[in-house]
């Protein structure tokens, strides 16, 4: 029955969504583009992201490894957030429904050890990285 009423509460927040997006009207010209501040925002944030690839590449003293470290930074920074999501799904899972059902409560118990371990490696493989590139290579 709850997944039932649950179902249907996301159907109805899904269609009101659509709904709202066809409500909105996106008549934009050419010129209110370019003249925006939205667009000299993109500007600025592809700049800064050339310069920083540009001083991974210098540090690194080759395009290949300054891009791999680029990624891995990248990498880094994006896993967090995307992992501690991941862990308070597998908590929920094992805390909260899996009271009642156990094969949902070692289903949450492994989200939560595969999260934490992907937490590590994304954590740990730049550092690795760049002790290996520097220390080889000199």
């Known amino acids: 029955m709850l997944k039932k009423v649950s179902m249907i509460a996301i159907i109805f927040v899904i269609l009101i969504g659509i709904?709202?997006?066809?409500?909105?009207?996106?008549?934009?010209?050419?010129?209110?583009?370019?003249?925006?501040?939205?667009?000299?925002?993109?500007?600025?944030?592809?700049e800064s992201a050339k310069s920083s690839l540009s001083?991974?590449?210098?540090?690194?003293g080759s395009t290949p490894y300054g891009v791999a470290a680029y990624i891995l930074n990248g990498v880094r920074?994006?896993?967090?957030?995307?992992?501690?999501?991941?862990?308070a799904i597998g908590s929920v899972?094992?805390?909260?429904?899996?009271?009642?059902k156990l094969d949902v409560r070692d289903r949450g118990f492994m989200l939560i050890i595969t999260f934490v371990t992907i937490l590590l490696i994304c954590q740990v493989l730049p550092l690795i990285?760049?002790?290996?590139?520097?220390?080889?290579?000199?």
């Open 19 to 46: 709904m709202h997006i066809y409500t909105i009207s996106y008549a934009v010209t050419g010129e209110e583009v370019l003249n925006s501040t939205q667009a000299t925002e993109l500007v600025n944030i592809k």
């Open 55 to 60: 001083e991974y590449i210098e540090k690194y």
């Open 77 to 87: 920074i994006y896993s967090i957030p995307l992992c501690f999501v991941g862990i």
């Open 93 to 100: 899972y094992q805390y909260v429904i899996g009271i009642r």
């Open 129 to 138: 990285f760049a002790v290996v590139v520097n220390g080889w290579r000199g």
